[in-house]
């Protein structure tokens, strides 16, 4: 008499598995930095703010030598000096992240790590290239707003 052999049925095998699991990390980065399937504007264009005309701070809320993201707007506004206000676009030129605090006179995305300067918005720590879209405010009295 003979004994029947059992043999498991085959599944994936190593290299599909962990295939499968690059793909999904993958897919998860790319979802948290907003990858190019965003379609609220093209970074450098300026059309990814919010309406004209908008009130996104007074000037008492902007901190000299700092700034604030208007995350809703896709803007941050610095005060490079004392008085003098700038706005850029929060969408990061690398990847598209949204930059996410302002620290040391630098506006930063978390994503990969660039840095942008609040004065002018030039990269001062890549891996991104290109500044970061000015922006247009207008500051009547103690208002920022959407120019």
Avoid at 27 to 38: E, I, M, N
Avoid at 79 to 86: D, F, I, L, S
Avoid at 114 to 120: A, R, T
Wanted: hydrophobic share 35%.
């Amino acid at each position: 008499m003979t004994s029947a052999s059992f043999k498991p049925e085959a599944g994936p095998d190593r290299r599909t598995v962990m295939a499968a699991a690059g793909a999904a990390g993958l897919a998860a980065a790319l979802t948290a930095c907003g990858s190019g399937g965003d379609s609220s504007g093209t970074a450098g264009t300026g059309s990814d703010a919010g309406a004209a005309g908008t009130s996104l701070a007074r000037t008492a809320d902007i901190p000299e030598g700092g700034g604030k993201i208007f995350k809703d707007q896709g803007v941050v506004v610095t005060q490079p000096t004392a008085g003098t206000y700038k706005a850029f676009s929060s969408k990061c030129t690398h990847q598209g992240c949204a930059v996410s605090s302002i620290a040391n006179g630098v506006i930063v995305c978390p994503c990969h790590g660039s840095h942008f300067s609040v004065e002018d918005g030039s990269v001062k720590h890549g891996p991104a290239t290109q500044p970061l879209p000015a922006e247009k405010i207008t500051v009547s009295g103690d208002e920022i707003k959407l120019a």
